[in-house]
DNA sequence: AACAAGACCTGCATGC
DNA sequence: TGCATGCAGGTCTTGT
């Protein structure tokens, strides 16, 4: 998403923007269509799964997706399809739909200085495609914890950007059991998850991210790395090269469905 | 302090 | 056909 919305924006002004609603999950900030109208894009770059719009006068448009939010460029438009929540025309350029169902999405503008000490950035884990991002540093951030391991990888504050799907993915990888105690997770099981985690965000990156009903790339492009799955929704089914009965399980965990392979993962 | 459960929303598939 | 139920790429708040 990040590297679509740079090609096709970066360097434009943002000429008109059609705010259709007072906010998502949490209110626009005051002034927020008027705040961005005649601002160029000066880059475009991500934190965990925050999307961050650096315009020309320092300020920052922070925007999540949520569950079922989607960045869409195309040409101009002369209606809006439901839940089109906000349109950015841009001068000479295409215009940006965010589209959001579900309204889980935000939308917030910050100053660039103090966009470390943002409440939704702030505390956030290392990036997990980062060389910083080690086994030694995640053992330590598991070490001590009681909880699943499943429920400390979704916590954005061992490590950012996961979700539920790449989580099932990389705990695969790893023959890592997702009911396994974060603390338990020791020195030669971090040494699997941490490149299985970089693997899988790569994999599913070059095959342009997993659409299941919602998620488009910028383009419009359905993703299909959801071709790829291992075990994510696939209950039943045998995970890959597994020739054990039985197939992937689903479990619930935090109230989130969790696919594993009771076989692989231990 | 750490953890689980509930809340926020709409849309879709399934079963009666 | 209509209706009820459960589930969905997330995370914030509340309660134990």
Redesign the pocket.
Same mark, same amino acid.
């Given at each position: 998403m990040c590297r679509g919305l740079r090609a096709a924006i970066g360097g434009r002004v943002i000429a008109r923007v059609h705010q259709r609603r007072s906010g998502l999950?949490?209110p626009f900030p005051r002034g927020f269509a008027k705040r961005l109208t005649g601002r160029r894009v000066e880059a475009i770059d991500r934190r965990?799964?925050?999307l961050l719009i650096r315009l020309d006068d320092g300020v920052v448009l922070i925007v999540?997706?949520?569950?079922?939010g989607?960045m869409v460029v195309g040409a101009r438009r002369n209606r809006f399809d439901?839940?089109d929540h906000v349109v950015f025309e841009t001068a000479d350029g295409p215009d940006v739909v965010f589209n959001d169902?579900?309204?889980?999405g935000?939308m917030d503008l910050v100053a660039a200085d103090r966009l470390d000490r943002h409440?939704?950035l702030r505390g956030m884990g290392p990036e997990p495609l980062d060389t910083a991002f080690t086994p030694a540093v995640l053992g330590a951030a598991l070490a /001590? =914890?009681?909880?699943?391991i499943k429920?400390?990888l979704?916590?954005?504050r061992i490590v950012a950007?996961?979700?539920?799907?790449?989580?099932?993915e990389a705990l695969f990888r790893a023959g890592i059991s997702p009911r396994r105690?974060?603390?338990t997770v020791g020195p030669a099981q971090a040494a699997r998850l941490v490149p299985a985690i970089k693997g899988v965000l790569a994999d599913a990156i070059a095959a342009g991210?997993?659409?299941?009903?919602?998620?488009?790339q910028a383009d419009g492009e359905l993703?299909y790395f959801?071709h790829h799955f291992a075990v994510?929704?696939r209950e039943g089914k045998p995970c890959p090269g597994c020739r054990c009965g039985g197939g992937v399980k689903?479990i619930?965990?935090? /109230? =989130?469905?969790t696919f594993f392979c009771p076989n692989r993962q231990r």
């Open positions: 999950r949490q965990g799964k925050y999540h997706l949520g569950m079922s989607r439901t839940h169902p579900r309204r889980f935000l409440k939704l /001590g =914890r009681k909880t699943a429920a400390a979704l916590d954005q950007g996961l979700g539920n799907i790449y989580v099932c105690r974060a603390g991210g997993s659409s299941l009903k919602d998620y488009v993703g959801q994510y929704d689903r619930v965990q935090g /109230g =989130r469905s």
